[in-house]
């Protein structure tokens, strides 16, 4: 019978793999304390409210020209000629009123002029551009 006593070299071996022991361990923990603080962020305050009596705020006047250079005061068309009675109608005779003013990116820059000229004659001049957030745009 015979033993082998040498074993080969005192020499490591390189190990090939990636312990992912450690990686669990820290994804639990981080686990556990935002399952921990989630709840935490959240307010959850328990008031009741008292009822006023202000009247409720009207809509915004939204008037919008379209790349056809068709007008629509809120969800309806509406004829350039009959433009200011609409807006009257719309607002109800208060001319102090904001119209938000949309127009299509297509529609050229005289045909807005035209349509802010009308309202300026309506008698409607607090008017706001509205218009797409898209980042920086220009230089």
Known sequence: MSVRLDHGSDELDELHEINVTPFIDVMLVLLIIFMIAA??????????????????????????????LGVMVGN???????????LDRATGGDKQQRVFLRADKTVPYGALMSLMNELRSAGYLHVALVGLEAGKVGP
């Open 39 to 68: 709840p935490l962020a959240t307010v959850d305050l328990a008031i009741d409210l008292p009822a006023i009596s202000a009247e409720r705020m009207p809509e915004p006047l939204v008037l919008t020209l379209k790349a056809d």
């Open 76 to 86: 309806d068309a509406v004829d350039h000629a009959a433009l200011a009675a609409a």
